[in-house]
């Protein structure tokens, strides 16, 4: 059974810029979660999404959006980058349902902005 | 809200001896805990989980945790390291009543062993 792939592994981009990851969960898992990864404030919750709507969301600003298709896979957008906004991005997927399964995260794309 | 707290942010150790990341956590709702540990540059890898039952939980790799409700404590164990443990150790909790999976993690411990 494949894993969760995230692409790309590895990215840099100029201020101001825009810039879209993807991530494609194990398959059978229609829930996918997104976090930000830094030295200084560790993992942080992005956003969950679920039937391709999102159905939970951290506390970032508007600049970070993320979609999920009907296939299950995500994408996730950041705006106007920020120096601030490097930061390994780690995707996670899940089962559905009220009883809890572990959530399987993929490697992750290192986000470098000059 | 739920918050989380490893109380040691680097743990150095020898190879064979004995460890324990500690870990608290607080919520107003009812939980489920667990360890992740991250390799360099890779993602995060279940270690082992708490959801109910035996307050001792066994998990990979030869890790174990003890769950203690009163002190909100999920304090991570292994009897004998290995150089190969050496990795980053993060604690996470989830609100039982949500179908959703948000986690909250704490800020990470970084265990090193050294032969």
């Known amino acids: 059974k494949a894993g969760v792939t995230q692409t790309p592994r590895y990215l840099i981009k100029t201020r101001g810029q825009q810039v879209t990851l993807s991530c494609s969960p194990i398959?059978?898992?229609?829930?996918v979660s997104w976090y930000q990864q830094t030295p200084g404030q560790g993992l942080q919750f992005l956003f969950e999404?679920?039937?391709?709507?999102?159905?939970n969301k951290g506390n970032f600003p508007g600049r970070f959006s993320g979609r999920q298709f009907s296939n299950s896979r995500s994408e996730m957008n950041v705006s106007t980058l920020e120096l601030g906004d490097s930061a390994l991005y780690l995707c996670a997927s899940s089962l559905v349902g009220r009883g809890v399964t572990e959530a399987f995260f993929g490697q992750g794309t290192r986000l470098t902005v000059v | 809200a739920q918050s989380v707290t490893q109380l040691d942010s680097q743990v150095p150790v020898f190879e064979e001896a004995p460890v324990e990341l500690r870990c608290n956590y607080s919520?107003?709702?009812?939980?489920?805990l667990f360890w992740y540990v991250q390799y360099p540059n890779q993602g995060l890898q279940l270690l082992l989980k708490?959801?109910?039952?035996?307050?001792l939980v066994k998990g990979i790799n030869g890790f174990e945790a003890e769950f203690n409700k009163s002190q909100t404590s999920f304090h991570l164990r292994k009897p004998s390291v290995h150089i190969s443990d050496t990795a980053e150790y993060f604690c996470?909790?989830?609100?039982?009543?949500?179908?959703?999976?948000?986690?909250?993690f704490g800020e990470g411990t970084q265990l090193t062993v050294n032969p």
């Open positions: 398959s059978g898992h229609r829930s």
């Open positions: 996470a909790v989830k609100r039982q009543e949500t179908s959703g999976s948000r986690l909250t």
């Open positions: 919520s107003s709702v009812s939980v489920y």
């Open positions: 708490y959801l109910s039952g035996s307050t």
């Open positions: 999404y679920f039937s391709e709507t999102q159905r």
